[in-house]
Structure formats: C-alpha cells, structure tokens
C-alpha cells in the first residue's frame, strides 16, 4: 500500500503500523464489512438537507452538537432567507439567532454563519473551496465538516470522522483512538482512496441507526460475524 497523507498537523504514523500480516487482515475485515453495510445503504448520502455547497456547508456548522433531523427541521426557513455567502455575512445576529436558536449553542453558532459567510466573500469570491487547507482556515469548520464538503460536494475522496464513525471504528477494532484525526488516519490506511467517501459514511450511517451508543441492535447488524467488541449482545 501506498503511504497515505496524514491530516495536517499531525505527525504521527498510521496506527504505528507497518505493511503486513496485520495490515492485511484488517483491509480484508474492512472490505467484508463495507460490502455487507452496501446491502443496506447502496448510496449513502449525508442527511443534511441542502441544494449547493453553500447550504451543506452552513447547514454542517448547525450540525454540531445537535441532530441531522433537528437541522433539517431549522434549514428550510433558514434558506429561504439566506440564500447565499453573501446573504450570510450581511445577516442580522439577533435575526439570525431566532431562526437557528433550536440547533443549541445558537449564540455561538450564529456567529460562525455569519463569519462564515464574511470570509467566503472576502476570500473566496462568495465560493466554497474545495481544498482542505482552505476550508479549515473558515470560521466555524474543521476537519470533519471539510471533509463533508470535499466528499459529497466536490468529489473529492474524504473520511468524515464524527461521533458514529468513533464507536464502529472503535468496536470493530480499526483504531483504539479517541482522536478523530487518529481515526480518520486508521481508516484511511484499511479503506482504498475511492471508497473513503462512501464507506465512511456507510459506518457513519450504521453507528447512527445499527451500532448505537446505548443499546445497539446486534440482532439487525448485518456485519455481526466480523465484529469483534466483547460487548456485543449474543445472538
């Protein structure tokens, strides 16, 4: 396997490991699963609801701490009134706050939209970019949420580590990290480059509604034979 690049800032090797047996193994587990997880969810999708970059971007930065579906709930009016960058960085905090107050911490939130938005313009040309280097230097935005826009709006092979793809990874054996940069890493160095996009979010999609936190549905998980967390219900 080639080396992959790691997320910057970090300087750490993959997962400390070297090119063999080990490594191997955990490509061919990997390849089992994701082709198991394709049964269930043939084209994952990110659940945010959004018609351009611009939308996904803003509507990713509402997503924090709070629900796909809560956001989806907020965004229709959102968009209605603010449409694009520009419509953004000109927004009212006060306004603003009203629409997005449901999402949590919507103080600190509508500070990130509208700065958001100021930079694109200012930057950007009212754009998003589509580099991760770039992204990351917008308010509000890291790594996560560069790499949903990289992967499901600009094609760009990307592995979004959010809370769900923590758990799996974790029990599934991929990474013993709490670190998302870690784990994006681990998985990069077990996913080949072009299913990064959608085999991430294939895990994303089974933590959210298969591999729960409390409770996980053991007796529907389709990979349950290659699982090998100790807490998993017995079947």
């Not at 992967?151 to 580590?161: D, I, K, M, R, T």
Request: hydrophobic residues 35%; proline residues 7%.
């Amino acid at each position: 396997m080639t080396q992959r690049k790691r997320p910057a800032g970090k300087s750490r090797s993959v997962s400390g490991r070297s090119e063999g047996p080990e490594t191997s193994h955990l490509c061919r587990r990997m390849s089992r699963i994701l082709a198991a997880l394709e049964q269930a969810r043939p084209t994952p999708r990110v659940e945010l609801d959004h018609e351009s970059p611009v939308e996904l971007l803003m509507a990713t930065i509402l997503s924090a701490q709070c629900t796909d579906q809560r956001v989806n709930e907020v965004t229709p009016a959102l968009f209605r009134r603010y449409r694009s960058a520009a419509d953004f960085a000109a927004a009212k905090p006060a306004e603003l706050e009203t629409v997005v107050k449901s999402t949590g911490f919507y103080k600190n939130k509508t500070k990130n939209l509208i700065k958001c938005g100021q930079a694109l313009v200012d930057r950007f040309a009212g754009s998003v970019p589509q580099t991760m280097e770039e992204l990351v230097t917008l308010p509000g935005v890291g790594r996560k949420t560069a790499n949903v826009l990289l992967g499901h709006c600009f094609n760009q092979p990307s592995v979004v580590v959010d809370t769900h793809v923590k758990r799996v990874a974790n029990r599934l054996g991929f990474t013993a990290s709490d670190d998302p940069g870690r784990i994006e890493v681990d998985l990069q160095a077990v996913i080949p480059p072009a299913q990064w996009t959608g085999g991430a979010q294939r895990l994303l999609l089974h933590g959210r509604y298969v591999c729960l936190a409390r409770r996980p549905k053991c007796q529907e998980c389709l990979i349950y034979p290659d699982c090998p967390w100790k807490g998993k219900a017995l079947r």
